[in-house]
C-alpha cells in the first residue's frame, strides 16, 4: 500500500494541474498578426512566384501624410524549404526621384523566410518615414535577395500579370 501513496498523489496532481500557458500568436512589430486566414478585403490580391518556394499572394499600402509614413502589409505563402539568407527588401521611389528602403530579414519580425510555417498566408508588415509633400506620389515594390553569398535578387519564375521592375515587384502606389 506505500507504494500506491505516490501514484495516487501525482495521478490528483495530474487532474488539478492547471494548463501549461499558451505562446501568443506571431505578431508584426505594429501588433497586427502574421498568420492570417485570408487577405483583407482592401488588399491587392497578386500570385507572383520566385524561383524560390515563396510567392507573394497580395499586398495594401497606406499613406499618412500626416506622419510621413508609408505603410505596406505584403503577404507571402511559403511553399517548401527556402534557403538560410533570404531577405526581403520594399523599396518606396517617388515621383521627384527620392528613394526609401525598408529591408528586413524575418517575415513578419517573427520568421526567417526558412523558418517559416509553410503553405499558411504570412502578413508581414513594413514602414518607412517618407517625409514627402501630398503632391509627392510613390511607386512601392518588393523583392527578395540574398543576404550572404550568391550577390544579388532572387529572380521571379511566374509574375502572375503583376509589374515587374528588375526582380522588383510593383505592390502599388500612392
Not at 495516487?8 to 486566414?37: I, K, M, R, W
Not at 500570385?47 to 507571402?76: K, M, N, Y
Not at 517618407?130 to 532572387?154: H, I, K, M, N
Request: proline share 10%; net charge negative.
Amino acid at each position: 500500500a506505500p507504494a500506491a501513496v505516490p501514484v495516487l498523489l501525482l495521478s490528483a496532481f495530474a487532474l488539478y494541474a492547471e494548463p501549461l500557458p499558451q505562446e501568443p500568436p506571431p505578431t508584426n512589430a505594429d501588433g497586427s498578426l502574421v498568420v492570417v486566414d485570408a487577405l483583407p478585403p482592401d488588399a491587392h490580391p497578386l500570385r507572383v512566384e520566385f524561383d524560390l518556394p515563396i510567392e507573394i499572394a497580395g499586398a495594401r499600402l497606406e499613406r499618412d501624410v500626416g506622419e510621413g509614413i508609408g505603410r505596406v502589409e505584403i503577404f507571402w505563402r511559403v511553399r517548401g524549404l527556402m534557403p538560410q539568407h533570404v531577405g526581403i527588401s520594399v523599396h518606396f521611389e517617388s515621383s521627384k526621384g527620392r528613394f526609401v528602403t525598408a529591408d528586413h530579414d524575418t517575415i513578419g519580425a517573427s520568421f526567417l523566410p526558412r523558418r517559416a510555417p509553410h503553405d499558411v498566408l504570412l502578413r508581414d508588415a513594413a514602414a518607412a518615414i517618407l517625409d514627402s509633400a501630398p503632391d509627392e506620389r510613390w511607386r512601392v515594390y518588393a523583392c527578395l535577395w540574398f543576404t550572404r553569398g550568391e550577390p544579388g535578387r532572387v529572380k521571379i519564375h511566374d509574375p502572375g500579370g503583376a509589374v515587374i521592375d528588375k526582380d522588383r515587384v510593383l505592390l502599388g502606389e500612392f
